[in-house]
């Protein structure tokens, strides 16, 4: 079993900075082992979808509602993941979660932390 927490969620006004991060912790073969690890954002009334996902090699792919805006990283030494979100929009506000996809198996979940962009 995997373990994910997340922190570094608030409010913050239009035009402003956050960074997220998700700490993985339980299962060192699922951790250690090729995986895939993103953030996923649930707006009311909306599904949830993909920000952004990056592989334990450290490639990267985004929704393009962020490109230039978002950046995720990892650290593998950490078993951490980051999204630093530059030049908020209202639209931006949401429950954003993390999400571990081992190579094989169901995937993990964090708990969600809120992002709420409002001036």
């Known amino acids: 079993q995997v373990q994910l927490v997340e922190s570094g969620g608030g409010l913050v006004q239009p035009g402003g900075s956050l960074r997220l991060s998700c700490a993985a912790s339980g299962s060192i073969s699922i951790i250690s082992s090729f995986n895939t690890m993103g953030w996923y954002r649930q707006a009311p009334g909306k599904q949830r979808e993909l920000v952004a996902r990056i592989t334990r090699g450290g490639t990267t792919g985004s929704v393009d509602s962020v490109k230039g805006r978002f950046t995720i990283s990892r650290d593998n030494a950490k078993n951490t993941v980051y999204l630093q979100m530059n030049s908020l929009e209202p639209e931006d506000t949401a429950v954003y979660y993390c999400?571990?996809?081992?190579?094989?198996?169901?995937?993990?979940w964090g708990q969600g932390t809120q992002v709420t962009v409002s001036s």
């Open positions: 999400n571990l996809r081992p190579r094989y198996g169901n995937d993990y």
